[in-house]
């Protein structure tokens, strides 16, 4: 059996390898600790080892991390796979069931702001749909509370914007 440490990673490689989408910190976090796996803070170092190895690739997007397996990472996996128990692997299984995790079409609408080297704010809105960016925008905010506003209406109103854009552009 391998190490406790070795198979907190084993678990997190098995879960984004199963997984349909990018799963996020919160999703990982919810399955190993609901099980009292390990605690948070190992946890926390089982993704950033994983991400620093190259096993794992991280985004983070408005201020959420997700996490997808790399060929490396599906490479790794093969070869300790054998290490995690059946019973673990079911609970995978079941977890990424019920809780997500086999949701194909997902959409992300991130939005950030930034201060530019000029003193001024912009912002950057993007649809992101089965990992390809759909749209990638970035616009100039008169204000700190304007480019706050903005991002805070991206999600709702990226949809109808896109549709605009594609009906003006073609």
Not at 70 to 92: D, P, R
Not at 150 to 166: E, P, T
Request: hydrophobic share 35%.
């Amino acid at each position: 059996m391998a190490e406790p440490f070795t198979t907190y990673k084993l678990i997190v490689l098995y879960m984004a390898k199963h997984s349909k989408e990018t799963l996020t910190n919160s999703q990982i976090s919810e399955f190993i600790l609901d099980r009292d796996y390990t605690d948070y803070f190992q946890l926390q170092k089982v993704l950033s080892e994983l991400v620093e190895t190259e096993l794992l690739r991280k985004r983070t997007i408005s201020n959420s991390s997700y996490y997808e397996i790399t060929e490396e990472g599906k490479k790794t996996l093969s070869y300790f796979e054998k290490e995690l128990s059946g019973e673990i692997k079911n609970e995978v299984k079941d977890y990424l069931q019920t809780h997500g995790g086999q949701v194909q079409e997902r959409i992300l609408t991130p939005a950030d702001y930034y201060t530019t080297p000029q003193g001024n704010y912009a912002v950057r809105c993007q649809i992101i749909e089965k990992d390809m960016t759909v749209l990638d925008l970035t616009l100039a905010a008169p204000s700190r509370e304007a480019a706050q506003a903005m991002c805070h209406s991206w999600a709702k109103k990226s949809q109808d914007i896109y549709g605009m854009l594609m009906g003006e552009l073609i």
